[in-house]
């Protein structure tokens, strides 16, 4: 069965829209350049034309996917001010495309409708499951935002430094602090 969408329109009437007509108005095909400021530690990135943004209806931090050079990526639409948006190109995907600052690339991108995928370390899983009201806060936060936990409890180290961490992370989640 495909997935339907209620819209209220203008005049008060709602209607049941396929979520395919959204997916196919949300994807864009252009061609720009590989942009890196000459700063240290600045990404490399690719804008996406305002007019192909406005297109498909895209807004800073949606999440994409969709093609390089003909080859797949998953990413962020990040704000660049002004209204235009852009996307980050790891080096990574620059290696696999052979492509560098102020080379030409085509793009084709899109809604990216999976959820996001966040994989908390088992001792924060544990500790998550013995204390609902830090799990429930912990799941309302923006994926970016149960993103930075996950790091931060990851980074540790030692035994010690994570055990540390997964309890202050409850406390803090327990009283709705975000991490970032």
């Not at 498909?56 to 999440?63: K, L, Q, S, T």
């Not at 660049?80 to 696999?96: A, H, I, M, T």
């Not at 010690?160 to 803090?172: G, I, L, M, S, W």
Request: hydrophobic share 45%; charged share 30%.
């Amino acid at each position: 069965m495909t997935p339907v969408a209620t819209v209220i329109l203008s005049d008060g009437r709602m209607i049941l829209m396929s979520l395919g007509f959204w997916e196919a108005r949300m994807r864009v095909s252009f061609t720009s350049k590989l942009i890196r400021p000459n700063i240290a530690g600045a990404w490399t990135f690719v804008l996406v034309p305002r007019l192909e943004a406005i297109k498909a209806g895209f807004r800073a931090r949606m999440r994409v996917k969709g093609t390089i050079e003909g080859t797949p990526f998953r990413s962020s639409l990040i704000p660049r001010g002004g209204g235009e948006v852009f996307v980050v190109v790891n080096s990574e995907l620059r290696d696999r495309i052979h492509k560098s600052k102020g080379g030409v690339v085509r793009l084709e991108l899109g809604l990216d409708p999976s959820p996001a995928e966040i994989r908390e370390p088992l001792a924060l899983r544990r500790a998550l499951a013995r204390d609902p009201r830090a799990k429930s806060v912990f799941n309302s936060f923006t994926p970016s935002q149960r993103r930075a936990y996950v790091r931060w409890i990851a980074a540790a180290k030692q035994d010690a430094t994570r055990d540390r961490r997964v309890a202050t992370a409850v406390e803090r989640l327990r009283r709705g602090e975000k991490l970032n």
